[in-house]
């Protein structure tokens, strides 16, 4: 990735106003809901939970044996693990295999579809071949085509203390086979954001996820975690092997692909992530990826 340092706005970018709802909160935190009601087994190999939450709600750090699967059929969210974070519009999924403590944060108000997946014992993802698995025992974010996306809301998501009719678990086990072929089929996409483990270096990259506008330059950023700049850029270096602006730059583009799900004109996402024109925003897109913003925010959205 270029090392090119993201536009100094000249004035500060509008804001989104969050309105949590009255049950939860803003910023609320609330647990994994009763996922021993749901585990997928050799018989039922693919289990659906369904969940509305609203925006800035946080689903707090848990891990499951079997894989799982968080799409949001509406609104944004990020999925956060201990080596990253992953900002997942609707045309987007991730993939998180068994025993990976995970984080979910509603970005915005989102229809949180939830799939677990059965994995037997020594294998990892959707039933692909013993050579084609490395690459599922990591996270990754996949495109989700029209027919994935209808087969994930056509998924029964009643636990098992609620019996399921023949018929109905018939029909399950067809869907489910469905989805598994076709998240075989998916195309991974990069929309990660690598994460520190060093304590105040993951505290600084937080705040510049939550607003990455808040501060212009590194200088600024160094002083709310109080550590020096040049200690600061020592562990970008040490940690993600980057420099700030090229971290800070990843951040950008996944934000970008977030706003761009909305539907958003490429001038409104430019001044909200803190650029003074399109031609600003238009000019750092060109030189991180190559292509115009129309192009590949686009692109990003299949």
């Given at each position: 990735?270029?090392?090119?340092?993201?536009?100094?706005?000249s004035a500060p970018s509008p804001r989104r106003t969050v309105r949590?709802?009255?049950?939860?909160?803003?910023?609320?935190?609330?647990?994994?809901?009763?996922?021993?009601?749901?585990?997928?087994?050799?018989?039922?190999?693919?289990?659906?939970?369904?969940?509305?939450?609203?925006?800035?709600?946080?689903?707090?750090?848990?891990?499951?044996?079997?894989?799982?699967?968080?799409?949001?059929?509406?609104?944004?969210?990020?999925?956060?693990?201990?080596?990253?974070?992953?900002?997942?519009?609707?045309?987007?999924?991730?993939?998180?295999?068994?025993?990976?403590?995970?984080?979910?944060?509603?970005?915005?108000?989102?229809?949180?579809?939830?799939?677990?997946?059965?994995?037997?014992?020594?294998?990892?993802?959707?039933?692909?071949?013993?050579?084609?698995?490395?690459?599922?025992?990591?996270?990754?974010?996949?495109?989700?085509?029209?027919?994935?996306?209808?087969?994930?809301?056509?998924?029964?998501?009643?636990?098992?203390?609620?019996?399921?009719?023949?018929?109905?678990?018939?029909?399950?086990?067809?869907?489910?086979?469905?989805?598994?072929?076709?998240?075989?089929?998916?195309?991974?996409?990069?929309?990660?954001?690598?994460?520190?483990?060093?304590?105040?270096?993951?505290?600084?990259?937080?705040?510049?996820?939550?607003?990455?506008?808040?501060?212009?330059?590194?200088?600024?950023?160094?002083?709310?975690?109080?550590?020096?700049?040049?200690?600061?850029?020592?562990?970008?270096?040490?940690?993600?092997?980057?420099?700030?602006?090229?971290?800070?730059?990843?951040?950008?583009?996944a934000k970008a692909v977030a706003l761009a799900a909305g539907r958003?004109?490429?001038?409104q996402i430019a001044a909200e992530l803190g650029y003074n024109s399109?031609?600003?925003?238009?000019?750092?897109?060109?030189?991180?990826?190559?292509?115009?913003?129309?192009?590949?925010?686009?692109?990003?959205?299949?």
């Amino acid at each position: 990735m270029p090392s090119h340092a993201v536009a100094d706005p000249s004035a500060p970018s509008p804001r989104r106003t969050v309105r949590p709802s009255a049950t939860q909160g803003r910023g609320a935190c609330v647990p994994a809901v009763t996922p021993h009601l749901f585990v997928p087994t050799g018989q039922r190999p693919v289990r659906a939970k369904a969940r509305q939450l609203s925006a800035a709600t946080q689903v707090i750090p848990h891990s499951h044996a079997w894989a799982q699967m968080s799409i949001s059929t509406t609104g944004v969210i990020r999925l956060s693990v201990p080596t990253g974070t992953y900002i997942v519009p609707p045309s987007r999924a991730v993939w998180i295999p068994p025993e990976v403590e995970h984080t979910v944060t509603m970005v915005e108000d989102a229809d949180l579809r939830t799939l677990y997946f059965h994995q037997p014992a020594g294998c990892c993802g959707p039933g692909v071949p013993p050579g084609e698995e490395e690459p599922w025992r990591r996270c990754r974010v996949l495109h989700v085509s029209e027919l994935l996306r209808a087969l994930v809301r056509e998924m029964p998501s009643v636990p098992d203390d609620v019996a399921l009719p023949a018929e109905a678990l018939r029909r399950e086990a067809l869907l489910s086979a469905l989805i598994l072929e076709e998240m075989r089929t998916a195309h991974a996409v990069r929309l990660g954001v690598d994460l520190p483990r060093d304590k105040r270096l993951r505290a600084l990259c937080e705040a510049v996820l939550a607003d990455p506008t808040r501060h212009e330059t590194l200088d600024g950023w160094a002083r709310d975690t109080g550590a020096s700049p040049r200690t600061v850029a020592r562990l970008f270096r040490q940690e993600l092997g980057s420099t700030f602006s090229q971290w800070r730059q990843q951040v950008i583009l996944a934000k970008a692909v977030a706003l761009a799900a909305g539907r958003r004109p490429i001038n409104q996402i430019a001044a909200e992530l803190g650029y003074n024109s399109p031609s600003a925003f238009s000019a750092m897109v060109r030189r991180a990826v190559g292509m115009s913003p129309a192009r590949f925010l686009g692109a990003q959205q299949g």
